[in-house]
């Protein structure tokens, strides 16, 4: 099992917008997980997706709900976290979708 966890915490003038587009995305992205836990706490909001395989966990990271999520923490965030596996993902862009997945490191 891999864990997928971004962590995000919306400015607070746009905390509204962002939780709006979690509940947009959020029965998509089920699609694509094994389980998704999604909570809301400390002024922001944790996602956990928990998917199968490194292909599940590719396509996760190159879905239309992923790109939608990645715009939103952009735009709408003062602050993001990711981390796969317990590996924080240093992504300078915020950019999920530019996630490089080293798949020899993850362990299924």
């Known amino acids: 099992?891999?864990?997928l966890e971004i962590s995000a915490w919306p400015k607070s003038f746009k905390y509204l917008?962002?939780?709006?587009?979690?509940?947009?995305?959020?029965?998509?992205?089920k699609k694509?997980?094994?389980?998704?836990?999604?909570?809301?706490k400390e002024s922001g909001f944790f996602i956990t997706a928990y998917v199968k395989?490194?292909?599940q966990l590719s396509t996760i990271i190159n879905s239309k709900e992923i790109s939608i999520?990645?715009?939103a923490i952009r735009?709408?965030?003062k602050k993001?976290?990711?981390?796969?596996?317990?590996?924080?993902?240093?992504?300078?862009?915020?950019?999920?979708?530019?996630?490089?997945l080293d798949y020899k490191s993850l362990k299924e």
Do not use: P
């Open 1 to 3: 099992m891999i864990n």
């Open 75 to 77: 735009m709408l965030c």
């Open 69 to 71: 999520l990645s715009g």
């Open 53 to 55: 395989s490194n292909e």
């Open 80 to 100: 993001s976290k990711t981390i796969i596996n317990g590996t924080a993902i240093k992504n300078r862009t915020d950019d999920l979708t530019k996630i490089k």
């Open 32 to 40: 694509y997980c094994t389980r998704l836990t999604i909570v809301e």
């Open 17 to 29: 917008e962002f939780s709006q587009t979690l509940e947009h995305i959020k029965a998509d992205l």
